[in-house]
């Protein structure tokens, strides 16, 4: 069944892709909170933050797009969880297509939906003076970092779309995502933190993606943070694939 | 030489945590029969369906479709086999149309927007083809649903409760789509627990209770297990569901029986 592989991948990427756009709403539902938290960090909070950065939202961006990939992806499981509810997964499963064809189509979705939102954040974020004078090759590592986090909170996100009860249950699991760029040098540096909170923020995965992603479209060189940020990126979507797969296989017996 | 039959099930057994669903399950299906799984519900129709189409392996005793064994051969049985489950499995978003296409590429035909239109027009879906699914109304959901397990022709059809929660004008519809399956020469597991479905469709018919089967046979076969029938004169009056379909406008292609009078104006 595997020479099947990539088309039924196609073919069911194309079908979920046709349910966000014709329902536009889910990605403008998740790009309003990082929307939303980058105009109040900018124009309320950011007068009184002392960032070292001579243009706030230049320092901020980062943190405020992996904020917008952690809402995006409750979406993810939210778009898994319906079709296993809803019984069109076991009439694929039932059908003789590649199995995990059903799974790759969702993820690829995800991908596609978070790089639409990232770009709108990104466009606003230009709207209000965000500047960067890095090159083509810098872009293209930032979009690289971008969508490797991205694949590794999908498979985290097929994790509770494969075994929620209810709705909530299957979205709620990403709120701690959401928060986790609050407590890092998203925000604010992490020098100014107290000591055990400093310590967290410093070792946190979001820390070391957000001075990635910010050194490289400022221009500056990235050093060993790029290699810890990827190393996460990359142990985080190895872990998640993992048990994702495990529950898929065991679910589908 | 005669063909095996087109679903051969022998000592089934499957058990959820504490609770054995299944006790040693055994039955044949004949090539291009109807057979209706009676049962109440938790009796285990359910999961016999779910194990025939693949998507739960039995604890013990094995089960083949067109002599392909389920667990060993699961992609062969796949091939052959289309399931309907308990809910409608279409795609809300996508019009009637684009899902029976969706599912022919997936099957892998050579002309997906031929075979749609054919089975759109088959199922009186025409005229809802380009709309949401989302609008259609539950029969016409059904009916889709039904029309989709039938993209590439598969042999055998399970249908798991397929008129649970439908109105009598839409099971009579589906009814009809089961009949016609038949006669095309497709093998139809049911599952229902309306025993008028299983008199009305059903080839052969098996109670399933606590997990095994505990009568196997014809209708006629059936009705003998009990004492022989007495005369009786009963006044015939119209049920309410004759009553229902004069009112609304859909026969019941005149099995039910009762005459139907007209209601209004009495």
Redesign the interface.
Same mark, same amino acid.
């Given at each position: 069944?595997t020479r099947?592989f990539f $088309?039924?991948t196609a073919?069911?990427t194309g079908?979920s892709l @046709?349910?966000i756009t @014709?329902?536009v709403d889910t990605i403008i539902t998740t790009t309003i909170m990082p929307i939303a938290f980058m105009l109040l960090f900018v124009y309320v909070f950011g007068g009184a933050i002392r960032s070292g950065s001579p243009s706030y939202v230049t320092y901020l961006l980062p943190g405020i797009l992996l904020i917008t990939v952690a809402s995006g992806i409750s979406y993810t499981a939210f778009r898994l969880f319906l079709d296993l509810q809803? $019984? =069109?997964f076991? @009439?694929?499963?039932?059908?003789? =297509?590649a199995r995990s064809s059903v799974l790759w189509a969702h993820v690829l979705t995800s991908l596609v939906a978070n790089l639409i939102s990232l770009v709108v954040v990104v466009l606003v974020a230009l709207l209000i003076g965000f500047r960067s004078g890095a090159g083509v090759l810098a872009w293209l590592a930032v979009a690289g970092i971008l969508i490797v986090f991205t694949l590794a909170l999908t498979w985290l996100a097929m994790i509770p779309g494969l075994t929620a009860k209810s709705v909530d249950g299957a979205s709620a699991f990403s709120y701690p995502l959401i928060f986790l760029p609050f407590v890092s040098s998203a925000f604010v540096p992490t020098s100014t933190m107290p000591g055990p909170v400093r310590a967290f923020a410093e070792y946190q995965p979001v820390t070391s993606i957000v001075n990635t992603i910010r050194d490289l479209y400022t221009g500056r060189p990235a050093g060993t943070d790029i290699w810890i940020a990827l190393a996460w990126c990359v142990g985080l979507l190895v872990v998640a694939y993992g048990f994702a797969m495990l529950i898929y296989r065991r679910r589908? $017996? | 030489m005669t063909a095996p039959p087109a679903i051969e099930v022998r000592g089934l057994e499957k058990s959820y945590k504490e609770v054995e669903a299944l006790r040693g399950v055994d039955f044949d299906v004949a090539r291009g029969s109807i057979f209706a799984l009676l049962g109440p519900n938790g009796a285990g129709k359910t999961t016999v369906v779910k194990i025939l189409s693949t998507l739960l392996r039995a604890d013990a005793g094995t089960a083949g479709i067109n002599g392909f064994d389920v667990a060993s051969q699961a992609a062969e049985v796949r091939d052959s086999i289309s399931l309907t489950g308990q809910f409608a499995a279409v795609d809300e978003i996508l019009s009637g149309r684009e899902n029976l296409v969706l599912v022919a590429h997936l099957r892998h035909l050579t002309d997906p927007g031929k075979v749609a239109d054919d089975l759109l027009r088959r199922f009186s879906l025409t005229d809802a083809a380009a709309r949401r699914v989302a609008t259609y109304s539950g029969g016409m959901r059904r009916r889709l649903d039904i029309a989709m397990s039938l993209v590439g022709s598969p042999q055998v059809i399970f249908l798991d409760e397929p008129t649970t929660g439908l109105d009598p004008e839409a099971r009579n519809e589906v009814w009809q789509a089961v009949r016609e399956l038949a006669a095309h020469g497709t093998t139809v597991l049911l599952t229902t627990h309306y025993l008028e479905e299983a008199e009305q469709l059903a080839d052969r018919i098996a109670i399933l209770r606590e997990g095994r089967i505990v009568v196997n046979g014809t209708l006629l076969e059936l009705k003998q297990l009990l004492p022989p029938a007495k005369v009786e004169y009963v006044e015939k009056q119209p049920t309410l569901e004759d009553v229902f379909l004069a009112i609304v406008g859909a026969g019941p292609d005149g099995e039910t029986g009762a005459g139907r009078r007209p209601v209004t104006e009495a």
């Open positions: 069944m099947h $088309g039924d073919f069911l079908r @046709r349910h @014709r329902s809803s $019984g =069109i076991e @009439r694929f499963q039932s059908m003789p =297509i589908s $017996g | -």
